[in-house]
């Protein structure tokens, strides 16, 4: 039976190390895509800022190997210690930026009564990432247009994936647009397309909303002029976000399991529910250290919070506490690193400047409180259902769950504590 149950743990460690990574929470080099949509008497304009790669990757020639392949458009190829990389191609650039507004086009479909509209393009901008304008509100975007094209930055060579392009499309219409759909054609084929972030922000005369949505857009976004409608899509982002971060959901598994009376684990969650909302907030205006090393110290800071709650979960005397105040201290301050991992996602996706900054805050919070209590309800449920079989059973589960969490999140430290140090 030991040699049995000493196997499932094995194969579960492993599985869970081979499928998760140390970054759970801060992909810095997330793909963002933004588009400001404009309400106009004859129809819509949409200023949309996305990754060059997303518009030329699939376009990339085959060839055999150690061969060049041809370059897809408006770059050009070659070998860098061995790897293939990507440049953007000044001299297509100053001839013509047509093609590539063409591909812009093509992959952007605008539906209005389920027909789609046929786009013009007005303007094309690129820019070497970090040198592009602000691009938050509909008067950044305007802006970033008002500014005369210049390829100077792409002179020294540019990687494609280091260039931002901005597009501004116009789609006529004979009445005024209360609701459209919007999706995209575009798959590059390039890693991680599927967590691509999408910001739709819809500037109608009855005011703004803000649409969050997830992937590549094959499915259509439907976008009203509803805040219920703009809410909700915050809120499912939420749900996902925690549901996904493999950490987080060890972390209240952990809570749970030591705390099996409904009492102590209403209080466990409430402090873990204030703390990181706090710092959910606070992360996301800036208030924290900007240091290389801060990010993956926050990272490495949550997984001992899942040992020491795993911990918990085994050693009764550190469960026998009646302190209500000691015990929401204790996982509020804990809460507060958790929620630092949700304000850097989150602050990927928005700015502080976005229009309903405070409405998505909330709306994204209150998501990853719904998926937070979704799996203390599960949990709860599971782990009844073992203590039904008996004592025995209930603590070999105890043991076994509190040890799988224990030695992923041990498996983290050591990943996540060696990113500190190379970034001090």
């Not at 793909?31 to 030329?56: A, F, Q």
């Not at 749970?256 to 969650?269: E, I, K, N, T």
């Not at 996982?331 to 690193?337: A, D, Q, V």
Request: net charge negative.
């Amino acid at each position: 039976m030991r040699h049995h149950l000493f196997r499932l743990y094995l194969f579960i460690v492993l599985s869970l190390l081979c499928t998760t990574t140390a970054s759970a929470h801060f992909k810095l080099s997330l793909n963002v895509r933004i588009l400001h949509v404009e309400h106009m008497s004859d129809g819509l304009n949409v200023y949309m800022r996305l990754p060059m790669p997303y518009l030329v990757a699939h376009l990339l020639g085959e060839a055999d190997e150690g061969e060049l392949p041809s370059p897809a458009p408006y770059t050009y190829n070659r070998f860098e210690e061995g790897k293939l990389v990507h440049y953007v191609d000044i001299e297509q650039l100053q001839e013509s930026t047509d093609g590539l507004a063409t591909l812009a086009k093509q992959g952007l479909d605008l539906s209005i009564e389920e027909e789609v509209v046929k786009a013009k393009v007005e303007q094309v901008r690129l820019y070497k990432n970090g040198t592009q304008p602000d691009f938050a509100t509909l008067d950044d975007a305007k802006y970033a247009f008002q500014t005369k094209p210049s390829f100077t930055e792409f002179e020294q060579g540019v990687y494609v994936g280091d260039t931002t392009v901005d597009v501004l499309l116009r789609y006529t219409s004979e009445d005024a647009v209360y609701q459209y759909a919007l999706s995209s054609t575009l798959d590059p084929g390039l890693p991680d397309q599927d967590e691509t972030a999408n910001l739709i922000l819809d500037y109608s005369p009855g005011g703004v909303q803000v649409f969050r949505a997830r992937g590549l857009l094959h499915e259509p976004v439907i976008v009203t002029r509803s805040v219920f409608d703009a809410v909700v899509t915050f809120i499912k982002e939420g749900v996902k976000h925690i549901l996904e971060g493999l950490d987080h959901v060890l972390f209240v598994i952990c809570l749970v399991l030591g705390a099996m009376h409904l009492r102590p684990l209403f209080w466990r969650v409430t402090g873990f529910t204030i703390g990181h909302s706090i710092t959910l907030s606070i992360g996301f205006f800036g208030f924290v250290p900007t240091t290389a090393w801060f990010v993956p110290a926050v990272e490495m800071g949550i997984a001992l919070s899942i040992i020491y709650v795993a911990v918990v979960a085994v050693v009764p005397a550190m469960q026998q506490s009646k302190n209500e105040w000691t015990v929401v201290t204790v996982t509020g301050l804990i809460g507060l690193l958790h929620g630092l991992g949700f304000s850097f996602v989150l602050h990927n996706i928005l700015q502080v400047t976005s229009p309903n900054i405070w409405q998505s805050l909330l709306a994204f919070n209150i998501g990853v409180e719904l998926g937070q209590v979704l799996i203390v309800i599960v949990a709860v449920l599971v782990f009844y259902l073992i203590s039904l079989l008996g004592d025995r059973a209930a603590k070999i589960n105890r043991y076994l769950i509190a040890g799988i969490c224990a030695s992923t999140a041990l498996y983290w430290v050591v990943e996540r504590g060696s990113n500190v140090l190379a970034n001090i």
